[in-house]
């Protein structure tokens, strides 16, 4: 079974940056479109950022410019920079790894608070 491993959350301040990183067990991270998710109190979840087998990114309006997703297959992996931070990005981020409808895995989730 496919389990998604995921670090880097945490506390900063406006405009400051953080380092997502979401780490593929069981599977291969190649095989998966990967994504990262965000979910703030009481809002939808909804796309930040994804990433295809071949290598299509898809970001929020709301990221552009400022997040980037990358994948690392030989680690295994995937990350998502973030940059000029503000405290609408508060929220927690969750990552994704979709293969199909029947393979769609999600992480537990990581909490990131911007401070103003």
């Known amino acids: 079974q496919v389990r998604l491993v995921e670090s880097g959350g945490g506390l900063v301040q406006a405009g400051g940056s953080l380092r997502l990183y979401c780490g593929v067990v069981g599977g291969r991270a190649s095989v998966f479109t990967m994504g990262w998710y965000r979910q703030a109190p009481g809002k939808q979840r909804e796309l930040v950022a994804s990433l295809s087998k071949s290598g299509i990114t898809n970001y929020a309006d709301s990221v552009k410019g400022r997040f980037t997703i990358s994948r690392d297959n030989s680690e295994n992996a995937a990350y998502l920079e973030m940059n000029s931070l503000t405290p609408e990005d508060t929220a927690v981020y969750f990552c994704?790894?979709?293969?199909?409808?029947?393979?769609?895995?999600w992480g537990p989730g990581t909490q990131v608070t911007v401070s103003s």
């Open positions: 994704n790894a979709l293969f199909s409808p029947e393979y769609n895995f």
